[in-house]
């Protein structure tokens, strides 16, 4: 399947980043990382990650 999912799943943030899935999970709790939550799920829009990714993850100016 070539077709990209508009979100992502926590474990595949994790895979993205090089993270552990507890690590995303906080960076989630803490903002760090736009989520949608549905239930118990979470997932992340993909266009808010990558636009993250490309500004840096330096939203609040401080050093990351």
């Keep these: 399947m070539t077709e990209r999912s508009p979100v992502l799943t926590v474990k595949e943030v994790?895979?993205?980043?090089?993270?552990?899935?507890?690590?995303?999970?906080a960076a989630i709790e803490a903002k760090q990382i736009p989520s949608l939550r549905f239930g118990r799920r979470v997932l992340v829009p993909r266009a808010k990650l990558e636009r993250l990714l490309q500004e840096g993850g330096n939203n609040t100016g401080a050093a990351v």
Excluded: C, G, P, Y
């Design 14 to 25: 994790s895979h993205i980043l090089k993270l552990n899935e507890k690590t995303v999970r």
